[in-house]
């Protein structure tokens, strides 16, 4: 942890919780929080696997935002370590932003968290994102339908949307003041505490569950292997460096290989190239990726194979 002291005493610093079922916009409100792409984002559930810091440091607080899987039913070991490293994190934090789906009826899946929330000692705000897709006429009435699921006036409710930003200020001012008086956490000029290794990984990752039929997402995981410096000619000994990454990415079947393949190598190729311009942002460098393809038949639902990727549901 950062000593640097804040620029005035009353200052707020914490950890700051998002908490949803799958695909209700979490990693997209983290990235228009700090204004820079620190979550990987995509229509696939399920998308997050990670607990990944985001970090938004302002005049009156520094925030430090905890993007965590969706909680849902599990249907394999991953599945279950996922869920419970979201539970796990509850109690860890200052402030938990509940984003539930405004565009939606609450379902069984609010309600279930929102029962295990009322469990914790701890405060809880509420968004109802995706509100630029609810209806003016509709508006009043999903608001009452979501204070009726809390049953409660304790939890404030925002309305906003992470794709144009509407309620985003407010959020933040309001999740700032839920925070306690303290120090920076981190360096202010910082926005995310995440290895090199996962941040690469996840944004190959991001390329997959874009670009793959619907059979291939939830089943691939990436391995980032090697990654080095190494010299770049350039013009009449002008050098410089690029950035050379290895990786691989499994999958549990054969069928799973041939689609992420693609004929003559094509689809790979695409995942390659769009998550390599991904990286020379990242890195603001030329990158070299080297994509490989292994299959590991039922990686999920392997323990071992589940720690050394880094998924241990803590």
């Known amino acids: 942890m950062s000593s640097l ?10 950890f700051v919780a998002l908490i949803g079922r799958p695909n209700v916009g979490k990693s997209t409100l983290v990235n228009k929080f700090v204004g820079e792409k620190v979550a990987i984002t995509s229509p696939v559930a399920q998308t997050t696997r990670n607990r990944l810091r985001a970090i938004l440091t302002t005049s009156k607080a520094q925030l430090v935002f905890v993007d965590t899987p969706g ?3 599990p249907h394999h070991l991953l599945g279950e370590r996922l869920v419970a490293s979201s539970k796990n994190l509850i109690g860890e934090v200052d402030t938990i932003l509940l984003v539930l789906e405004g565009c939606e009826s609450p379902g069984r899946g609010d309600s279930f968290i929102v029962n295990l929330l009322k469990a914790q000692a701890i405060p809880v705000v509420i968004v109802l994102n995706k509100w630029d897709l609810v209806q003016v006429n509709d508006q009043k009435e999903r608001i009452k339908e979501y204070r009726t699921l809390i049953g409660s006036d304790d939890w404030l409710i925002f309305c906003g949307s992470a794709i144009t930003g509407e309620g985003c200020n407010g959020l933040i ?4 003041t839920s925070l306690p008086v ?3 956490l981190y360096p202010p000029n910082i926005i995310s505490d995440q290895p090199e290794e996962i941040v690469l ?9 874009l670009n793959t039929r619907e059979e291939v997402p939830h089943s691939v995981a990436v391995k980032i292997d090697r990654i080095e410096e190494v010299p770049l000619k350039k013009n009449k000994g002008d050098f410089s460096k690029r ?9 549990e079947r054969k069928s799973q290989k041939g689609i992420l393949i693609g004929k003559g190598g094509s689809m790979l190729r695409t995942i390659g190239q769009e998550a390599r311009l991904q990286m020379q942002k990242l890195i603001n460098g030329p990158v070299y990726l080297e994509l490989f393809v292994k299959v590991v038949p039922d990686w999920r639902s392997k323990p071992g194979r589940l720690t050394e990727l880094g998924y241990e549901g803590k």
């Not at 002291?5 to 914490?14: A, D, I, L, T, V």
């Not at 990984?201 to 569950?209: C, F, H, M, P």
């Not at 950035?243 to 999958?251: R, Y």
């Open 5 to 14: 002291q804040p620029p005035r005493e009353n200052y707020r610093s914490g």
């Open 182 to 184: 303290g120090p920076y």
């Open 243 to 251: 950035t050379a990454v290895l990786a691989t990415v499994l999958v």
């Open 71 to 73: 909680i849902h039913k």
């Open 173 to 176: 001012e309001e999740l700032s």
């Open 201 to 209: 990984s996840e944004l190959i990752r991001e390329q997959v569950l």
